[in-house]
C-alpha cells in the first residue's frame, strides 16, 4: 500500500494545481479581452479534446501501466502552464487549453487504474476509490481560494508560471516514487479464480453469478450506463460556467469570493467522503439516489430557493461526495473487474463529453432560462435510465453487501 500512500500524494498536489485554476481562468479571459461566448467555448474545448487522450489512455493503460502516462500527463501540463503564464490574445489561451485538456485525459484513468490494481477485493476498491476522492476534495477545498489569493498577490503571470513549475517538480517525484512492477498482473480474485476454479466455483456462483459469467466472458458495458457520469459532469461543468456569475450578483466582486465559493462546495463533498462506513453499502444505490438529490438541489438553485447560496452550494457538495466514489465502484461491479484502463478511460470519456456540453450549453441558453435548470433534467433522464442497464449485471453480493 506504499504505492497508494505516494499517488494519494502526488494527486493532492496535482489536484490543488488544477483546481487553483478555476477562479482565475475566467477573469484571465476576460483580461485578454474574450467574451462570455469566447469563455464557454474555452471551457468547452478543454473538455472535448479530453476525448483522444482517454481513447490512447483505454489502451495504453492496459498494456504499458498507470506509471508512463501519469508522469507525461503531469509534466506536459506544467509545460503548457508555463506557456500559458505568457500568452497575449484570447485565441493563444484557447490552443493552449486545448492541449492542456489532451495531455490531463490520461491523468485520471491512469490514477484510477492503478487505484484498482492495488485492492485486493471489492471493498478495499472501494475504499481506495473513495480515499481518492477524498484527496480529491482536499485539495479541492483550499485550491480555489489559494489560487485567487495568488493572483491578487503576484498576478496572472507569474501564479501560472508557480503552478506550472509545481506540476513538473510533481512528475519528477511521480516518476521516482512510483512503481507498479508488482501491480500489473490480473486482479487477486480473479486470479484466483482462474487458477482453482473448481475450488471457487460454488462461492461465486451462490454470491456473484454475474461475476463469474465476466470470468468466462469480457462483455462491453451498455454505452447508457454511462449516461450518468456525463450528466452528473455536464451539471458541474454548468455551475463552473454559472458560478463566477452567481458570485458577483450575491455581491462578491472579486476572484476571491469566487474561490470561496469553489472552496465550499469541495468542503460539503469533504464531509460525506470523510464518512467511509458509505462504502458499505451498495455503489449502485447510492450512484442512483445521489444522482436524484443532486437534482433536486439543482432545481432548487434553479428556481431561486429562499436558501443563502454559501447553503446550496454546501448541499450540492455533500450530494457530490456521495457520487463520486460510487461511480468508479459501480462500473468495476459491472465489468467484473476486467480491463481497468478501459473501463476508467470511457468513464473520463463520458465525464469530458459532459464537461464539454455543459458549459456550452450554459452559455447558449442563459438568456433563455436558468442553466441550473438544464442540470437538473440532464441528471433526472440519467437517473431514470440507470436501472434498465444496472441491476441486471450487478450481483447479489453488491446489492446487498
Known sequence: MKTAVWLYLFLFIAFFDLHAQYPILTPFAVSLGAAPSFIGLMMGIYSITHLP???????????FGSRLFIVLS???????????????????????????????AFLSPACMALLARIATDRIQQGKLMA???????????????????????????????????????TAICALLFIHERKLTSTPMPI???????????????????????????????????????????????????????????????????TGLLFS????????????????????????????????????????????????????????????????????IDLSGGKKYGRTFSLLSIAYSVGAFLGPMAAGVL??????????????????AILPFHGPRRISARTHFS
Open 264 to 331: 465550499v462546495v469541495s468542503f460539503g463533498a469533504l464531509v460525506t467522503l470523510s464518512m467511509l462506513f458509505l462504502n458499505k453499502y451498495s455503489p449502485y444505490l447510492r450512484t442512483l439516489w445521489g444522482s436524484v438529490l443532486l437534482a433536486v438541489v439543482y432545481f432548487a438553485l434553479a428556481v431561486g430557493v429562499p436558501i443563502p447560496l454559501a447553503g446550496m452550494l454546501f448541499m450540492l457538495g455533500m450530494v457530490k461526495g456521495v457520487i463520486w466514489p460510487a461511480v468508479p465502484t459501480l462500473l
Open 53 to 63: 487522450g482517454n481513447l490512447i489512455a483505454g489502451v495504453g493503460v492496459d498494456r
Open 366 to 383: 442563459r438568456d433563455r432560462m436558468s442553466p441550473y435548470f438544464i442540470a437538473f433534467v440532464v441528471l433526472m433522464v440519467a437517473a
Open 191 to 257: 486470479k484466483m479464480a482462474k487458477q482453482d476454479a473448481g475450488k471457487l466455483q460454488t462461492e461465486i456462483v451462490s454470491t456473484s453469478p454475474d461475476l463469474n459469467e465476466s470470468l468466462e466472458e469480457d462483455r462491453p458495458l451498455p454505452w447508457l450506463v454511462y449516461a450518468l457520469p456525463i450528466a452528473t459532469s455536464c451539471a458541474q461543468g454548468i455551475l463552473s460556467f454559472e458560478l463566477p456569475l452567481m458570485a458577483d450578483q450575491h455581491g462578491g466582486h472579486s476572484i476571491m469570493a
Open 74 to 104: 503531469l509534466l506536459l501540463a506544467g509545460v503548457v502552464l508555463l506557456l500559458q503564464a505568457h500568452v497575449a490574445n484570447p485565441w493563444q489561451l484557447l490552443a493552449l487549453r486545448s492541449v492542456s485538456g489532451f495531455v490531463l
Open 131 to 169: 480515499g481518492n476522492g477524498l484527496v480529491h476534495t482536499f485539495a479541492s477545498v483550499f485550491s480555489p481560494a489559494a489560487g485567487a489569493l495568488l493572483v491578487a498577490q503576484i498576478g496572472f503571470t507569474r501564479a501560472f508560471e508557480w503552478l506550472g513549475w509545481l506540476l513538473i517538480a
